[in-house]
């Protein structure tokens, strides 16, 4: 990445004319939280904006290419890649009070929200009307719909319902260069023309500044039916995920916990299983009710001949919601427990993901490092954070991390499946991109953004 010089006293003059100064932040120690995301990058910007039109959005950009400072646009900063960290300092574009549902219309299955609103609010708004809203990050209660849009996040139904760009009909965004456009329809179908929505949505801020999405809703399914299972290891575990998807069943989510995991967290499960259990599946399906509890019961049959000790159908509602809470607690105390992590989201076919965790230990000795992994078995989606004890091992566990990447490419994998690429994984692009896919899609980016101003430094390698 080029880098800018610092932001001129005139192009702080034109910010300070086009915001008003309780939307500006410039004193350093209010600029930290805009720094950082949830990973390990951190870069401090001159100055944060804090936007609540598009008008502002646009007027924004549009200084940047006057003065040429680059403008990072961040929402609430969960993210894990570094997606919305300012490495180019200049300014942080804030959407996070740009954060209205502006309607919620049950005839036509849609909602139009703008970019800033927290996914579980808008996840409760739609259940309020009797309608369901999938996508279901573990951030789900402090990340927002536009930072999801950004990096097409997912969480733990995708194996069932798909990712976010699923339901993302249409949008409007600001261009680079400061122009507004809308794209994509507020119908089930249209293809009229490029599919920018689809461009747009997963290029993590590089390409555009999403300020309202119209957003798909279904109807809400009947009911919902749990079971747990417990094995003694971890690919005896995946390989009752694949013979459940094999056998025809389509959960709503299969999401695991390895050893090193339940190490952590089994304290708080309500099982005594989890205190010896080298693997741990949450599996649940939905539906019309009169179905969905035969169906778990032929899932919890299926893990039991594949090896679970211990199945353990249908727990109560309270103890569902529970057992999600925990789910979601697991990268938390990982990140309390570890001096240093790298946070990896790998995908490999889904009958490849015995083959992959079985292999892991074998890393785990040759670099030196703690590898935790727990996800999304249903859809192939393997979180392993990779951690370190001392900070100072940061290099011997990039380099395991390489060689882990190069694992689950050689299984026909991606080595990301909802995070991004941001500023911890551009160093891997290569990996997995030809020089040819790499310079298409720079041209794309220099096509919308020939100053290269918007989000600099992120997806593609440093030059």
């Not at 300014?91 to 219309?105: D, G, P």
């Not at 399914?221 to 005896?236: C, E």
């Not at 989890?274 to 599996?283: D, E, H, I, M, P």
């Not at 590898?371 to 566990?397: M, P």
Request: with cysteine; net charge negative; proline share 7%.
């Amino acid at each position: 990445m080029t880098p800018f010089p610092p932001l001129t006293e005139s192009a702080v003059a034109e910010i300070r004319r086009l915001v008003p100064p309780e939307r500006l932040i410039d004193i350093r120690e209010r600029l930290e939280p805009f720094s950082r995301d949830a990973g390990e990058e951190q870069s401090f910007p001159e100055m944060v904006v804090e936007a609540v039109s598009p008008e502002e959005v646009q007027a924004v950009l549009r200084a940047a290419n006057r003065h040429r400072f680059p403008v990072t646009p961040r929402g609430l900063g969960t993210g894990l890649a570094g997606g919305a960290v300012p490495l180019g300092g200049g300014v942080v574009l804030s959407l996070a009070k740009m954060n209205r549902i502006l309607s919620l219309e049950r005839d036509n299955l849609l909602a139009v929200v703008e970019p800033g609103v927290v996914t579980g609010d808008l996840k409760r708004a739609a259940l309020e009307a009797g309608l369901f809203y999938p996508p279901d990050p573990a951030s789900v209660d402090t990340c927002s719909i536009g930072g999801n849009a950004a990096t097409n996040a997912g969480g733990t139904s995708c194996v069932k319902y798909g990712t976010t760009r699923d339901y993302i009909l249409g949008l409007e965004a600001v261009l680079p260069t400061g122009e507004r456009i809308r794209a994509g329809v507020r119908t089930r179908k249209g293809v009229v023309g490029y599919d920018l929505v689809h461009l747009l949505v997963g290029s993590e801020g590089t390409l555009g500044v999403i300020t309202r999405l119209y957003i798909k809703l279904i109807p809400l399914p009947g009911a919902v039916a749990t079971a747990v299972a417990f094995f003694t290891d971890l690919p005896t575990a995946m390989e009752a995920v694949q013979a459940v998807m094999e056998g025809g069943y389509l959960p709503s989510a299969i999401e695991f916990l390895d050893r090193a995991c339940l190490e952590l967290v089994g304290d708080l499960l309500p099982f005594p299983e989890a205190k010896t259990a080298g693997a741990f599946l949450l599996v649940e399906t939905d539906g019309r009710p009169g179905s969905i509890s035969g169906e778990i019961e032929e899932i919890g049959t299926i893990c039991s001949e594949k090896g679970a000790f211990e199945v353990l159908l249908a727990p109560d509602s309270r103890k569902r919601d529970r057992l999600w809470e925990i789910r979601r607690e697991v990268a938390l105390r990982i990140e309390h427990h570890a001096a240093f992590q790298m946070p990896e989201d790998v995908v490999v076919p889904i009958g490849k993901i015995a083959a992959l965790v079985a292999c892991l230990p074998e890393y785990e000795k040759a670099y030196g490092m703690k590898i935790y992994a727990f996800g999304h078995a249903g859809d192939g989606n393997i979180h392993l954070i990779v951690t370190a004890d001392r900070r100072d091992h940061r290099e011997r566990v990039v380099a395991g991390v390489r060689a882990l990447l190069e694992k689950v490419l050689s299984l026909g994998g991606t080595m990301s499946g909802e995070h991004g690429i941001g500023a911890a994984k551009s160093r891997f692009l290569s990996l997995e991109l030809s020089p040819e896919s790499i310079r298409i899609q720079k041209g794309i980016k220099d096509l919308l953004d020939p100053l290269g101003i918007l989000n600099p430094g992120k997806i593609f390698p440093p030059e």
